[in-house]
């Protein structure tokens, strides 16, 4: 267990929807990372939040946003969906922003798209 | 962009020692990390490098060589639980910021 938590685990939806994925950090980290794995594309970073502050951005599609919270909390928000938006999504948190912190990965969350 | 290269996937033997590849080509090297993801499950962290040279811990070695953007992962004593997937991820500096980008990983499956 990493201390890094998601909800929900799985969820199934159709096209054209939004829906949205939650993540809570290990206690202490103030940085948190989304990530999409899927069978072709492998684990891609979406985006990165350090202290409530977007820090960096990765292949992000306009359709997705995400925010930190100040209880450092954070949502991952994807709308219009699509039948390739099927994926695994995976939050990890870290300490702080530094190169050497290493990142403790959530359960994730399984997002299947009908 | 960032280019990582690593075998899809390998073979090896319980009791036996395997050696993981990685090749990168990238600019703002900051690090790379060694993770391991059983099937379905998050990636769980195995080890960082930063400066040249090995670093080991436990049964799990990794290796890099900046000059040649090369790094492997060695697994000793196998077991069959070390089958799994194994993602070598390279952090780069951008903009204030350090952007992961993951290999698409090697499948390693340890037989009896």
């Known amino acids: 267990d990493s201390g890094v938590t998601q909800t929900p685990k799985h969820l199934i939806t159709a096209t054209g929807q939004r829906v949205t994925l939650r993540c809570s950090p290990r206690?202490?980290?103030?940085?948190v990372y989304w990530y999409q794995q899927s069978l072709d594309q492998g684990l891609q970073f979406l985006i990165q939040y350090y202290n409530g502050e977007e820090r960096a951005k990765g292949n992000i599609l306009e359709r997705f946003s995400a925010q930190q919270f100040p209880d450092l909390h954070s949502e991952l928000n994807l709308s219009s969906l699509e039948l390739g938006d099927s994926a695994l999504y995976f939050c990890a948190s870290s300490l702080r922003d530094r190169s050497t912190d290493t990142q403790y990965f959530g359960p994730g969350t399984r997002l299947t798209v009908l | 962009g960032q280019n990582i290269d690593q075998p899809t996937e390998m073979t090896a033997t319980e009791g036996a020692i395997v050696q993981i590849n990685c090749t990168y080509q990238t600019s703002g090297f900051n690090g790379l990390f060694w993770y391991q993801q059983h099937a379905g499950e998050a990636p769980t962290f195995l080890s960082y490098n930063v400066l040249d040279g090995l670093e080991e811990k436990g049964r799990f070695s990794s290796f890099l060589s900046r000059s040649k953007g090369y790094s492997y992962l060695l697994l000793k004593e196998l077991q069959m639980k070390d089958s799994a997937s194994y993602l070598c991820a390279v952090r780069v500096a951008s903009g204030g910021s350090y952007i992961p980008t993951f290999g698409r990983g090697t499948s390693l499956i340890v037989h009896p």
């Open positions: 206690s202490g980290d103030l940085s």
